[in-house]
């Protein structure tokens, strides 16, 4: 199956200072990608959906400033976290559509923020 | 309005047990897809099964099987002889093919003692 691969892990900041989140499609060409988000013993929140190319779609609610979308190619998507506060501590999974018409996602190992 | 529910939010049952998780789905499309994932403590989500509205057969996966049932909007989700790996949060999803937005229900934390 399609493989993507989020990086890092699992990152650790000091409050105010920004993370940036990398989603990796890596055998095959994403042209949308899609970002949740899972708090602690939650359910998944898509966040927003991000098209290559062009501007990120943000669901109600997500800030657009805080957490910024960028689809440069067809292979990468990341997800900037902005001037952190431990409130955005969070299980954040990025996911791929692989173009059949399938309506099936392949989503990242997930990465996990935690802001001190 | 589309919605996932899953009514249980932690199911506890002794290893070789039988369990099952219940799904219930709302929309108004009349072609869809209703996905099972697995999430075990290391955060990943694993995929177990995908069905598409006009495929109302029961599938069978070794200990897993599916029911499909369109008139009561269920998908659920039977494990059978549980073991102890089997422990983890799993997840009902609902998407459409235009949009591939996944809605999640809540979650069911299984844990299986050994």
């Known amino acids: 199956g399609a493989v993507v691969s989020q990086h890092p892990s699992w990152v650790i900041c000091k409050s105010g200072t920004s993370v940036k989140i990398e989603c990796r499609s890596l055998?095959?060409?994403?042209?949308?990608m899609f970002w949740y988000r899972q708090f602690p013993k939650q359910s998944l929140m898509l966040m927003a959906t991000?098209?290559?190319?062009?501007?990120?779609?943000?669901e109600q609610g997500v800030e657009k400033d805080k957490f910024l979308i960028n689809h440069a190619s067809l292979t990468l998507s990341t997800l900037t976290v902005t001037s952190a506060h431990p409130e955005d501590s969070s299980f954040y999974i990025c996911?791929?559509?692989?173009?059949?018409?399938?309506?099936?996602?392949?989503f990242g190992e997930g990465s996990r923020l935690t802001v001190l | 309005a589309q919605k996932v529910t899953q009514a249980q939010t932690e199911i506890s049952v002794v290893e070789k047990e039988d369990v099952t998780l219940d799904c219930v789905y709302e929309?108004?499309?009349?072609?869809?897809?209703l996905f099972w994932y697995k999430q075990p403590p290391s955060g990943e989500l694993v995929f177990l099964i995908r069905?598409?509205?006009?495929?109302?057969q029961n599938e069978i996966s070794g200990r897993y099987s599916w029911n499909f049932q369109k008139s009561t909007s269920s998908f659920n989700f039977t494990i059978t002889a549980s073991q102890v790996v089997d422990s983890a949060v799993y997840f009902c999803?609902?998407?459409?093919?235009?949009?591939?937005?996944?809605?999640f229900g809540t979650g069911t934390r299984l844990k299986v003692l050994a």
């Open positions: 996911s791929a559509r692989v173009g059949l018409n399938t309506g099936e996602l392949f």
């Open positions: 929309t108004r499309d009349t072609t869809y897809y």
């Open positions: 991000s098209n290559e190319g062009s501007k990120a779609t943000y």
């Open positions: 055998d095959f060409q994403a042209t949308t």
């Open positions: 069905r598409n509205s006009f495929d109302e």
């Open positions: 999803a609902l998407s459409h093919p235009g949009t591939y937005k996944y809605i």
